[in-house]
Each structure stands twice: as structure tokens, then as C-alpha cells.
């Protein structure tokens, strides 16, 4: 079923950016062979104050023996990102088109916000900055829920060449404080609070747990400006918008209301100011800071197998000619779509598509602030009806999640003028796939399984929907300027069909530069293992056809009786099973075979989890894979441990699997009441 090949539909790929397997690999070919002339004919599509000389478009060395780690795109030139996606948008005559469509948590909150208005607004937001003392290169760390002023703040810190550090609204004070810390952040932003589904998030009093432990330790925010969200939410009725293009926060983006029943709000006011204060007599005009192509744009930290976050870094211009370009080839987006990336802000995946790359291709798109299954489990497909959503980009996770209450919720909504599905974050079973394309998509949607990471920057590895014949469960092919390489144990190169360690072999224009005020990590994390590569961390696996298949972290791998296996290889098989409807595998230590897998299985709703379906699943695994991939133990699990983002947390699953009750820091689960449900059902093995 895997190996199955659906070719992208005729009308789609005949209206296509790019419309066949030969035009990609024209384009291809040019962008490794003359990446100079490639990016620098896409460069044109945007504003340079100054341009870049020809022979500065492109240097970089990726071999530790000939020196540091570097990577340089068009030195020389300077520009401004915000100017590129509002300005020249505004410009060119789009002023009224709506860039954003916000979603609230509840569905009776919404709002919009045209190119002209997020001009506007982002130009007072720098102003109200540049009032806090905050200048080019200063850091601004931000912990907002996804609310308009998120975008607004990020694009205020381009206007004035700050660099944003958004840090995810749901972690600790303490990841909070320690992103603070390492990045010495001069000014934070955030809301008094925010409803995810039915619970209430107090942000602000998190805040003010972060910045005390800040202080502590020898670092002090200078300022803490709070957009006033509760208020306009509990009083939906009064005031006027000043800020939004019309909805139903009655309140606007500048405006506070005078809700009932607010929380206590932690305050002190030789720090702290309300964002619409300041706003208020702010100027909405502010003249772009010219920034250098290599200056740094955003910090963004990912964990790191340490334990310490790496704050990896990306710079201005090769960023965003590359979030542009993916994200116009890799949707096939066109001027009249409506595209929605679920993915939270907080994630590098919205920071390129939700707000770069959308913004660069002047597109509209949904900023949900929800969940899927609130306030039913049907959430997902009302937006899309609502909005008439024609690219949906969401994770494997949620579609998972979503397969198990059946296709009715589905077919209830018109989901007619979906063209293209994505999904990010981990690679997808083919099962999921299968159901995303045949009941989600009508079967005439093209799905760009898109493989990427934080260090990349935008897509490394994806279809494109127009001349990418799909397998199901599969990345496909490299993006333009990629060269993937796998490698094995020793770094040979693995040629045709095998698998190993997945690197690259030179740089594309977006991947990050280094790891915030500490480049030596950065050389031994990506460039140390691997001399004259940048090593992913990931395994991938080539099929006979040149197909691209992620096989998981390097660390995700299984070595049962020495037989290397991926846990992606096995739960895919797990969740074939119409009673499964996600499955997680971690390994766990045997005295004869090593390790041996140890298997949590998720059953659909209205399944029953015993004896036989264990029979079952063990019979699967070792039909599929072989008599050696046999697990050893099958745990009932009514939910797994994932971080709000939805990646599973596998560590913690390994303690579960050994029985060992120190699971360590579970301040970033969703439900972190799940780890002792699974602990009171684990098997006495």
C-alpha cells in the first residue's frame, strides 16, 4: 500500500508554479549547479537599499578541517523584511487584502486584518519599542498567545533591526527564564492571559515568575508590555475595533475593555505597561532600519540532546528569500487562496508559514488561536469551511487524532475548495496519509509531506503539488538548492537504494548561521560527526525509484538482536491496524537481544484494548517487518505524553517502559496527568 503512486491531478498540475517532474528537475539541477544565478533571480522580486556584488552572492565552508563553520547569502546587500511584506505589498496596490483571518478559541471570537492595517500597526509597535530604549540588535523576547499582535510584535522588531525570540505560550517559568537568559532579552511581550479550549492560562503571571528568576541571576527585562486579551474576550459587547478590519472582538487589538470576573494580574509599574496605552499615541509611520544581509533576524530555541535549548539563529536575507520560495512552490499558492498553517507561532513552522512566508507571497491566511477539539471535535473543518481554506498545513499528530472519531465529523463540512494538504513535524504513516487524502482531500488534493527542522529554515524535503507523484508515508524529493546525501557509519556515501545518517551536502539560502553566542555547539552539533556535511540527526531511507524516506531521529533508532529498525518502521505498521489509532515505540533494555520493543498502542474510539488485539498487533509487526521486530510488550495507552505542539515525548515513555517513576521535567505535556495513567496500566512484565 506504500509503495502505491498517486500523480498529482491534471487540472492542478496544469495550473501549477511548477507543473511536471522534468521542469522540477531543470530548476533542481540549476539550483546546485549555479545556486548564484538561481536565489539571485528570486532575489529580484524583492527590495534591496543596497545590492550585493556578484562575486559575495554565495560562500560557506562546511568542513571543520579547513576552518569555522560558515555560511554567507548576497553579503553586502541590506534591506528590510517588514518593508518587503507590507510596504511593497501595500505598494503594489494590495492595501485591502486581507493578510490575516484571526480564528479565536471560541468560534464566536474572530477577527481580520488587511496589508495596510498590519502596516499601520507594526509601524506604531516599533515606535512603542524604540520608547523602550530598544535599538538594531537588541533582543526582544516574546511569549504571546496566537493573537494579531504576535505577528505585529515580530514584524515591529524587523522594522527597527531587533531580534524576536518568540518563546512557545505554554512552557514553564523556567524555559521561559532560560531562553531570557541566554538570548540577555531587553524587553518582553506578552498577553494578561489566554483560553486554550476550556482552560485558562494566566501568561503573565508566568511572566513575572521568569523575569524574577531572571533577575536572580544577574540579568534584568527592562520592560513587560501586556496586550490586554481576557478583557475584550469576557466583554465581547463593548467599545469599538481600532486595530482590526472587522469581526467580533468588539475590543480590537488596541482596546481594553472592562470585562467582569477578570483574574488577578501581577503588576509592577515601574516595569510593566498595557500595550494599548501605548499604543495609543503612537506614530503609525516609522522609517525601516536598513539591516545587513548576514544580520541576525530571529532566535528560535529547539531542544538540545544536553538538556540545554539551542538558541539557533537565522539571518535576514537568505531567510526570506527562502521562506518566500518554499512556501510559494511547496503549496503552489496563488494571489486569491486562503492558506492555514495550525502550527503555533512558537514553532519555527509558524514563524516561516504562518507569518514569513505567507506575508512575502502577499497571501491571506487563518490565525487560529484554537484547538482541534474544542469546542467540538470538528473544529478543524468548520475553519476550512468557514474560510473556504484552500492549502491546509497541520501535523500527522492531529490528523491521527482526529481519524479516530470517524469520517462523519468530516463529511459535515464543504471542503471543496481544498487544493493542496501539507503536514509537518514528524513523517506520517501511510495509513494517515490515506485518509487524509481520501476523505479530507476527495482524493484530488496533492499532499506535500514535507520533511524540515528549525536549523533549516523552510522545507528540505517535499513534494510539489503540482509535478511530485506521491507515496504515502514518503518526503519525496529535495527543494531546490538541497543536496541530500546519505551516509553510513563510517560516512561513506550510500549510493541507490539504503539507508543511513541523512545529511547535506551544501547550503540552501535559509538554514541558520549558528547557535546564539555559542558558535562552538553549533560546529559540534551539525558538523563534527560528519566532516564536510551538515548532519540532519535524522535517519532517511532511498526506495529503488529515489524516493526519500525519514526513518526517525538517530536516536528514535532500534538495535533488537542487531537488526537496526526505526520506530517510525514499526508504529506505521502498528497503526495499519483499523482498531489503532496511533502508536508509539521506544525500545527497552533485554538481557538477550539487547534491546526489545516496547509498544504503546492508542485504540480508536468504541475499541476495546485486549488480549486479542495484542495477538494481533505482535502477529502484524513480525509478518511486516520480520520474526526479529516481534514486540515484546504491547501497552494499552489511552493517551500519550506530547508536548503542546504535539510531539510525543519519547523519553518519558522509555521511563514508563523500565517502570523507572522519575520521568524528570513534564512542564511542556499537554495533560501531564497521562504519564500516571500509563504508569497504573503498565503491563507487569
Not at 15 to 39: G, L
Not at 373 to 378: A, E, M, S, V, W
Not at 408 to 435: H, Q
Not at 558 to 584: F, W
Amino acid at each position: 500500500m506504500a509503495d502505491r503512486i498517486y500523480y498529482p491531478k491534471s487540472a492542478l498540475a496544469e495550473a501549477a508554479h511548477c507543473k511536471s517532474m522534468e521542469q522540477y528537475k531543470q530548476m533542481h539541477e540549476k539550483s546546485i549547479k549555479n545556486p548564484e544565478e538561481f536565489w539571485g533571480e528570486i532575489a529580484k522580486q524583492f527590495y534591496w537599499e543596497t545590492p550585493t556584488s556578484d562575486n559575495k552572492f554565495f560562500s560557506y565552508n562546511f568542513n571543520l578541517n579547513e576552518g569555522d563553520i560558515f555560511i554567507k547569502w548576497m553579503e553586502g546587500a541590506s534591506t528590510n523584511i517588514s518593508f518587503n511584506l507590507l510596504d511593497k505589498n501595500v505598494k503594489c496596490g494590495n492595501g485591502d487584502k486581507i493578510a490575516f483571518y484571526w480564528e479565536g478559541n471560541d468560534p464566536d471570537d474572530y477577527s481580520r486584518l488587511t496589508y495596510r492595517k498590519l502596516l499601520e500597526e507594526t509601524c506604531k509597535f516599533a515606535n512603542v519599542l524604540k520608547s523602550k530604549g530598544v535599538e538594531k540588535g537588541d533582543r526582544v523576547a516574546i511569549y504571546m498567545p496566537m493573537i494579531l499582535e504576535l505577528p505585529i510584535a515580530m514584524l515591529a522588531c524587523t522594522r527597527i533591526g531587533a531580534v524576536h525570540s518568540v518563546v512557545f505560550a505554554g512552557y514553564s517559568s523556567d524555559s521561559l527564564a532560560e531562553r531570557m537568559l541566554d538570548s540577555k532579552a531587553k524587553v518582553l511581550i506578552t498577553t494578561d492571559g489566554v483560553w486554550r479550549g476550556p482552560k485558562l492560562l494566566l501568561l503573565k503571571t508566568i511572566c513575572d515568575e521568569a523575569m524574577a528568576k531572571v533577575k536572580v541571576n544577574n540579568h534584568e527585562v527592562e520592560s513587560c508590555i501586556v496586550v490586554s486579551h481576557l478583557r475584550r474576550l469576557a466583554n465581547p459587547h463593548g467599545g469599538g475595533s481600532t486595530a482590526t478590519d472587522g469581526g467580533n472582538i468588539k475590543n480590537g487589538i488596541n482596546s481594553n475593555g472592562n470585562g467582569a470576573n477578570e483574574p488577578n494580574i501581577p503588576w509592577d509599574d515601574d516595569r510593566d505597561c498595557w500595550w494599548h496605552e501605548e499604543m495609543e499615541d503612537a506614530e503609525p509611520s516609522c522609517y525601516p532600519v536598513w539591516i545587513s544581509a548576514e544580520d541576525p533576524l530571529f532566535i528560535l530555541y529547539t531542544s538540545g540532546s544536553t538538556g540545554k535549548p539551542k538558541g539557533v539563529l537565522h539571518t535576514t536575507a537568505g531567510y526570506l528569500i527562502y521562506a518566500a520560495t518554499t512556501f510559494k512552490y511547496v503549496f503552489d499558492y496563488k494571489p486569491n487562496d486562503v492558506f492555514w498553517c495550525t502550527a503555533d507561532i512558537g514553532w519555527i513552522t509558524g514563524h516561516t508559514y504562518v507569518v514569513y512566508g505567507p506575508l512575502a507571497n502577499c497571501a491571506t491566511s487563518v490565525l487560529f488561536e484554537g484547538t482541534p477539539f474544542h469546542p467540538q471535535n470538528d473544529r478543524y473543518w468548520s475553519v476550512i469551511d468557514k474560510y473556504k481554506v484552500s492549502q491546509f498545513y497541520t501535523a500527522p499528530t492531529a490528523i491521527r487524532s482526529l481519524m479516530k472519531f470517524g469520517d462523519s465529523l468530516v463529511k459535515k463540512y464543504d471542503l471543496t475548495t481544498l487544493r493542496v494538504l501539507g503536514s509537518v513535524g514528524e513523517p506520517i504513516n501511510s495509513e494517515a496519509w490515506l485518509w487524509f487524502y481520501n476523505l479530507v482531500g476527495h482524493g484530488k488534493c496533492s499532499i506535500a509531506d514535507t520533511f524540515w527542522q528549525t536549523e533549516t529554515g523552510g522545507h528540505v524535503i517535499t513534494p510539489l503539488p503540482g509535478a511530485t507523484p506521491m507515496k504515502p508515508g514518503s518526503a519525496t524529493f529535495p527543494f531546490f538548492g538541497v543536496l541530500p546525501e546519505l551516509l553510513d557509519e563510517d560516512g561513506k556515501i550510500i549510493e541507490g537504494e539504503g539507508e543511513g545518517y541523512l545529511v547535506f551536502r551544501q547550503p540552501w539560502p535559509g538554514m541558520m548561521r549558528t547557535l546564539y553566542a555559542n558558535h562552538e555547539r553549533f560546529q559540534t552539533t551539525y558538523f563534527d560527526r560528519f566532516h564536510g556535511y551538515y548532519c540532519t540527526g535524522d535517519g532517511a531511507r532511498r526506495d529503488a525509484d529515489g524516493y526519500l524516506w525519514i526513518t526517525g531521529r538517530i536516536d528514535d533508532m532500534l538495535n533488537v538482536s542487531g537488526h537496526l529498525m526505526s520506530t517510525a518502521e514499526v508504529e506505521s505498521v502498528l497503526t495499519e491496524h483499523p482498531a489503532v489509532a496511533e502508536a508509539a515505540v521506544v525500545s527497552k533494555p533485554h538481557p538477550v537481544k539487547g534491546q526489545c520493543l516496547y509498544c504503546f498502542i492508542t485504540p480508536n474510539e468504541g475499541r476495546k484494548f485486549e488480549k486479542q488485539l495484542e495477538d494481533e498487533l505482535k502477529k502484524k509487526v513480525r509478518e511486516k517487518i520480520g520474526p526479529f521486530a516481534q514486540p515484546d510488550v504491547i501497552h494499552h495507552a489511552p493517551g500519550l505524553p506530547k508536548t503542546r505542539s504535539g510531539k510525543i515525548m519519547r523519553r518519558i515513555l522509555r521511563k514508563i517502559a523500565i517502570g523507572d517513576r522519575n520521568v524528570g521535567d513534564t512542564s511542556t505535556l499537554a495533560d501531564d496527568s497521562i504519564v500516571d495513567t500509563l504508569f497504573q496500566l503498565r503491563p507487569q512484565v
